[in-house]
């Protein structure tokens, strides 16, 4: 299984971006993985910021990013979505995007930068 995150850049305070992952050799259906977002900057520990099941009605979000960030999925495109709304200057990080099918680990992306600054 492969993970590809994309959509980052620079962005001022206020500003919106949607970032995008694309999941691929997958040995199971898309749609029997659930899928999470985190973020990560320098020195500090890999934070959570938004999951969504295997259906992609349920949907949970860091309370930092909740009212902000919208998660989505599109399981024929076998992708995630994090739409990023209302961007402070404390959003900018690292981004990553993880697939986990059941209990097994979570496969990881790259990670992409995301800078929120004026």
């Known amino acids: 299984v492969q993970v590809a995150e994309s959509g980052g850049g620079l962005v001022q305070p206020g500003g919106s971006l949607q970032l995008s992952c694309v999941v691929s050799?997958?040995?199971?259906?898309?749609?029997?993985?659930?899928m999470r977002w985190y973020r990560q900057t320098p020195g500090n520990e890999r934070e959570w910021v938004a999951r969504?099941?295997?259906?992609?009605?349920?949907?949970n979000y860091a309370d930092s990013v909740k009212g902000r960030f919208t998660i989505s999925r599109d399981n024929s495109k076998k992708a995630v979505y994090l739409q990023m709304d209302n961007l402070k200057p404390e959003d900018t990080a690292v981004y990553y995007c993880?697939?986990?099918?059941?209990?097994?680990?979570?496969?990881w992306g790259q990670g992409t930068q995301v800078t929120v600054s004026s």
């Open positions: 993880s697939a986990q099918y059941g209990g097994a680990p979570e496969v």
């Open positions: 050799g997958l040995t199971r259906p898309f749609g029997a993985f659930s």
């Open positions: 969504i099941d295997t259906t992609g009605v349920r949907r």
